[in-house]
């Protein structure tokens, strides 16, 4: 194909299951691309001397080189090279907003649409995996030099990958009973399935990484403890897992949720499947979900697979400021969830049981600018009526965990309880400390915890450097 | 990372004692508080307060009562038998302090959970009157061992056949507040309406009072905001900022109702277990 020719291709379509059938099932949305599918869209990646694409990557993937072995079929040898600096591409390219980042870098953009780098990642990561045994690089340097990685979420899995690399021993500790954080207790099944992320845990265990579950620091371990277990360095990426609420009237009613326990009782417990397994969950018949991003639309496609007549979902702005990926949000519409836009939930309706019934919305319109730079939402005085509903989840977004900040004296924390960390290193207050992810940032993406991960782990590398032999 | 159950009895009709080798929590684990378990791949995660712990032999005690499908599979389980996972030690320690004399007030199974408070209280150098309740003598659980420990021991049953005839409130009542004993603090365990009541009781008398809320949870770690109770007004997670908390500030009505949200699913599940165990699916 020559250069005319692979620049008049149009980007090529993910198949995906149609959304009636999808909405009342947990089977994954999108079906990933066939090997034709992949040779064909890997052609339109015009491999440019300086890839702005790769300067869009938190994680630095070397994009064009990928592409190109896609593009000569050699499917295995392009996952290689993605895991040369990603060590979660089947994760990544389900879950990363490619939009904002590689893709809206990609020069085939300008014109017409971005090369599909995130399809083209997840299939990769995919093809590898379905030859079987991944392959597993070898390390043979041992320093001899011991990290402790807490919590075993996008963050520390990143650290942990990065480092078992350069010949450390890692120890991951994660307090549920099962490794992944927000990959396995929020994303639902038919946005990300556990068994790629089991997968890609698996490789990272094959390659010399301890995982302790059901292990809490902070609870069995502190920060100080685990130094004096003789770990040299310790990361901290514990994550945003402290759910908010609205404080208002009536939210503490019975099928009320957070949309963590939400998701982590369908997600994690897999209560979809109840009573076969063993964790319940309210299946309501008229859902309402609080909030617009990302974690608002799992738990809204998540009430509709588990059955509910009609999902309202409620966010103060307009569809423009909505956080959630624009793909999110288009799904979930398709998916039959109804918008209630310029919607605030103002009190919830208990029945003599104490269980919702209903929640009072008020209409919002938009007014000023705020300080995210989105319009601020102003009430409309009079405008309030009631939804008739039998469960709430409240998706308004979720604040720092802080077992591990209250128990380790010296670390440096600010407004919200964040840990303090550098920038560029993950540096702590406390020497030998490192933490990067939502901990530090507040609620982001999977990626952009994997970023802070990537620098963490360079910076503890350096700092084992300088430590004495043992 | 199973968990091996070393010792097993059966303590009366629905209430069963197990032993796990545990020695990490035993190590850490302080009075007031709990471990989460879960026994095979697709149960679920049930919160259990720590009955005793002995560091030394590395073992951590609990103590539970078979009333759903889960403590029933629990309760079926052998000495030598392994349970999936068990994480812990999570919760506040009960605030532990030379008080002066403190009730300890178990009713039915909240006597477990109160027995490592009882003697954690002793050892600060308190005068300890325990008080257990059941609905009849047989339910009586953990007798020798407070009696080894406390300085005062009384048994109350609602029917009658042991001790006080009638519930702990009364008990308590009857028997030292009204009489004018000093008691300078209540510590109370149990079912929640026994928690209200005893609440009621004791702020007629003001008496400081500490309840342990058993509220639902999935992670205890803060995650999930299930077990979020209302405490003076103010949202808080038993799971983190509890399980204890001053009983005249908790919202006991609102603690019941959310407690009872799964009442249905309880039935089907058990309704399930059944036909499970009879062969069917």
Not at chain 2, 15 to 34: C, D, H, N, S, Y
Not at chain 2, 121 to 129: F, S, T
Not at chain 2, 184 to 192: E, M, N, Q, R, T
Request: net charge negative; hydrophobic share 40%; proline share 5%.
């Amino acid at each position: 194909m020559d250069m005319k020719e692979r620049m008049q291709l149009p980007r090529t379509a993910m198949p995906e299951q149609e959304p009636k059938v999808r909405a009342r099932n947990f089977d994954e949305v999108p079906l990933g691309y066939t090997p034709e599918m992949a040779l064909i869209e890997a052609q339109r990646c015009i491999q440019c001397k300086q890839p702005a694409c790769v300067q869009g990557c938190p994680v630095g993937v070397n994009i064009p080189a990928f592409i190109a072995l896609v593009a000569e079929g050699k499917f295995v040898e392009a996952a290689m090279k993605v895991k040369e600096t990603n060590a979660l591409p089947a994760v990544c390219g389900r879950v990363c907003p490619q939009e904002e980042q590689c893709e809206s870098k990609c020069v085939r953009g300008l014109k017409a649409e971005a090369v599909a780098i995130g399809r083209l990642e997840r299939f990769v990561a995919d093809f590898e995996r379905s030859q079987g045994e991944v392959a597993c690089p070898e390390c043979t340097l041992k320093t001899g030099k011991r990290v402790a990685v807490v919590g075993s979420g996008p963050a520390g899995l990143t650290v942990a990958g990065d480092l078992i690399q350069r010949g450390h021993s890692v120890t991951v500790f994660e307090a549920l009973h099962k490794a992944g954080g927000v990959l396995v207790y929020g994303i639902p099944e038919f946005r990300l399935p556990k068994a790629i992320v089991e997968a890609e845990i698996n490789y990272l265990e094959r390659m010399g990484v301890e995982v302790r579950t059901s292990s809490v620091v902070g609870r069995i371990f502190t920060v100080d403890e685990l130094f004096e277990e003789g770990f040299d360095a310790v990361f901290l990426g514990t994550g945003a897992g402290l759910p908010s609420f609205m404080n208002i009237p009536g939210e503490n009613l019975s099928g009320i949720y957070s949309a963590n326990e939400y998701l982590t009782r369908s997600n994690l417990m897999k209560a979809y499947r109840f009573p076969e397994y063993d964790t319940p969950i309210v299946r309501g018949r008229n859902v309402a979900v609080v909030g617009g991003g990302n974690v608002a639309m799992d738990a809204a496609r998540t009430a509709l697979r588990l059955g509910a007549d009609n999902v309202y979902l409620i966010y103060r702005r307009s569809q423009a400021e909505m956080p959630a990926r624009s793909e999110e949000v288009h799904h979930a519409e398709e998916e039959g969830v109804q918008f209630k836009l310029l919607h605030n939930p103002v009190e919830y309706l208990g029945d003599e049981r104490g269980q919702v019934k209903a929640v009072i919305c008020r209409r919002m319109e938009l007014g000023e600018p705020d300080a995210s730079g989105r319009c601020r939402p102003v009430e409309v005085a009079g405008s309030d009526y009631e939804i008739a509903i039998d469960t709430a989840v409240i998706a308004i977004g979720s604040g720092a965990n802080p077992l591990v900040q209250g128990t380790t004296p010296g670390l440096e924390t600010r407004r919200g309880n964040y840990i303090v960390a550098d920038e560029t290193t993950g540096q702590t207050s406390r020497k030998g400390v490192f933490a990067g992810g939502d901990i530090v940032t507040g609620a982001a993406t999977v990626i952009l915890a994997m970023g802070a991960g990537r620098k963490a782990a360079q910076a503890i590398d350096a700092y084992l450097a300088e430590l004495p032999d043992k | 990372m199973s968990v091996r159950i070393l010792e097993r009895v059966q303590l009366s009709e629905m209430v069963f004692k197990l032993v796990f080798e545990a020695p990490l929590i035993a190590r850490k684990r302080k009075a007031g508080q709990f471990v989460i378990l879960r026994i095979h791949e697709k149960g679920e995660r049930v919160p259990l307060t720590i009955a005793d712990a002995d560091t030394e032999a590395g073992t951590v005690t609990v103590i539970f009562q078979a009333v759903g499908k889960s403590t029933r599979q629990l309760s079926m389980l052998s000495v030598g038998d392994e349970i999936l996972d068990l994480v812990g030690p999570l919760g506040q320690p009960t605030h532990i302090e030379k008080f002066g004399t403190v009730c300890c007030i178990g009713g039915g199974i909240g006597v477990a959970p109160m027995h490592p408070i009882m003697q954690a209280m002793k050892a600060a150098g308190n005068e300890v009157i325990a008080i257990l309740g059941a609905r009849n003598k047989d339910l009586i659980i953990m007798e020798d061992e407070f009696r080894r420990r406390a300085d005062e021991v009384l048994i109350t049953t609602d029917d009658g056949s042991a001790g006080f005839h009638g519930f702990l409130n009364l008990a308590l009542e009857e028997t030292y507040l009204k009489p004018g004993r000093k008691i300078d603090l209540v510590v109370a365990i149990g079912p929640v309406p026994m928690m209200r009541a005893i609440t009621d009781m004791t702020a007629k008398y003001s008496v400081p009072t500490v309840v342990s809320l058993n509220a639902v949870m999935v992670d205890g770690t803060g995650m999930c905001g299930g077990c979020r109770v209302i405490v003076g007004g103010e949202v808080k997670y038993a799971c983190v900022d509890g399980p204890e908390f001053d009983g005249h500030k908790v919202d006991f009505k609102s603690l019941g109702e959310r407690q009872r949200t799964y009442i249905e699913q309880e039935k089907q599940s058990d309704e399930h277990y059944c036909r499970c165990l009879k062969g069917g699916n």
